[in-house]
């Protein structure tokens, strides 16, 4: 949607949009903007600093653009930001595996690379708009005290349910506070009352210990104890946009098509979009033509019809992140944690080429004539081990590692012997 207007103007038309549900299952998709709207009602300046907010974000996007035009600035580096899942239960239903997180870690992986098997849906009017984005995400590696992590804790709590109060994020009201939020996407799974499938908080120039993703257990990832329609892991995808300050594609104007979602290539909408509709699909704000883009993650359409960002999304969302929580983006959280006999300034190597397209070079011209046998281990971004390769003759340089069969995607590669280990990130990229 093309009209600019601050934050707060989509959110004055609360009123029109709360407990927007899916009629079908009883389900209420998203609960960020009611969220937000109580985050004001406790503090009534919040609302003007989300303005000023808004206002830098948009000088920052100004800036960013000037920047591109002038020196070609196309900032493709891959940004990983290492996630940490609280899961908070009751019922033992409620305390979803290792696996099925893994499962929510890979869909959101896949969902912001461009990456998903269902790119194909993309009706072909819009596929030039669509994009992939430079985050990536991988379940921590080490905690807040530097100590060897899985980026999961549970609790068993004695609460029956949560709401939208934040009572989730804090161990004194039976959920678990959030690790440090300038370093870790904090995200809570845990059982929701009133039908809610999650929600999310916006970034702002002043930071809270409330930062992060809450989504429903039966809503998170795509397998183990999910329910369709919402079964692919696209909540999560849709709120962690919104934790990147996108808006809903339709703006949150209540159907009056003059709000905006701050995005110049999304098509004016009237409102949230449920069920799965067949292209082209209009409505009253966008009447002809391709109609509205319903398969975009920031709308509320069925998990198997949402299927892309755009370009200027994926803008917004880099911008926004790397503007109000820098350090989250340099986090080193998702490497490993190292041994006390690691020599770290002694110890140096890199990966090229990088982007690579299967075949990675090693070259670790000072770990030559150490004597040592070396290992070589590459992880995907959530930890799995994908390829190892020991390298008996140390003092030769280069050595080559065949990727090619594995996806397109950001890895870690780690060169460790009994004495020193070390790890880099690169990217596979055909």
């Not at 709590?157 to 161990?171: A, E, G, P, Q, R």
């Not at 004194?172 to 799974?189: H, I, M, R």
């Not at 916006?202 to 930062?211: E, G, L, R, S």
């Not at 509709?277 to 966008?286: E, G, I, L, Q, V």
Request: proline share 3%; hydrophobic share 35%; net charge negative.
């Amino acid at each position: 949607m093309k009209r600019k207007l601050l934050f707060t103007a989509a959110l004055a038309v609360f009123a029109l949009t709360i407990n927007a549900q899916d009629l079908r299952t009883g389900k209420q998709r998203c609960y960020s903007v009611e969220h937000e709207q109580w985050l004001q009602s406790q503090n009534p300046n919040l609302k003007v600093q989300k303005d000023n907010d808004e206002q830098k974000l948009q000088s920052w996007l100004q800036n960013f653009a000037a920047a591109r035009v002038s020196n070609g600035n196309s900032t493709n580096s891959v940004i990983v930001i290492p996630v940490v899942v609280h899961v908070v239960y009751k019922l033992a239903g409620q305390n979803i595996s290792d696996a099925q997180i893994l499962s929510q870690i890979d869909a959101l992986n896949e969902d912001f690379a461009r990456l998903n098997a269902d790119t194909g849906n993309t009706p072909g009017p819009f596929q030039a708009a669509a994009s992939g984005t430079q985050f990536q995400f991988c379940l921590a590696r080490r905690d807040t005290n530097g100590n060897m992590t899985n980026g999961i804790e549970r609790r068993l709590t004695t609460v029956n349910s949560f709401s939208t109060n934040d009572n989730v994020k804090h161990y004194s009201s039976g959920g678990l506070d959030a690790w440090d939020v300038n370093n870790y996407f904090n995200v809570w799974v845990c059982n929701m009352s009133g039908g809610i499938l999650g929600y999310a908080e916006f970034p702002a120039t002043a930071h809270t210990n409330t930062y992060g993703v809450v989504i429903n257990y039966d809503s998170f990832g795509r397998i183990g104890n999910v329910a369709a329609p919402y079964d692919l892991g696209r909540t999560m995808t849709h709120e962690v946009g919104h934790c990147f300050r996108l808006n809903h594609i339709w703006g949150d104007d209540g159907g009056a098509c003059s709000g905006s979602d701050n995005i110049a290539d999304t098509p004016n909408q009237e409102s949230e979009t449920y069920g799965c509709h067949t292209f082209p699909y209009t409505d009253n704000c966008t009447t002809t033509g391709n109609g509205i883009m319903y398969m975009n993650y920031m709308d509320y359409s069925d998990d198997d019809c949402l299927n892309m960002f755009t370009s200027n999304q994926a803008t917004r969302m880099y911008v926004s992140l790397t503007g109000y929580y820098p350090t989250l983006t340099t986090s080193t959280a998702c490497q490993d944690v190292k041994n006390s006999i690691d020599k770290l300034n002694d110890i140096q190597f890199s990966v090229y080429p990088n982007p690579t397209d299967g075949i990675l070079n090693v070259d670790m011209s000072t770990t030559a004539g150490r004597g040592e046998t070396i290992q070589v281990r590459i992880t995907d971004a959530i930890g799995k081990v994908v390829a190892e390769k020991e390298i008996g003759q140390s003092n030769v340089r280069v050595h080559q590692i065949d990727l090619s069969d594995l996806e397109n995607g950001s890895y870690f590669a780690t060169v460790y012997s009994q004495s020193f280990q070390k790890t880099v990130q690169f990217v596979l990229s055909r």
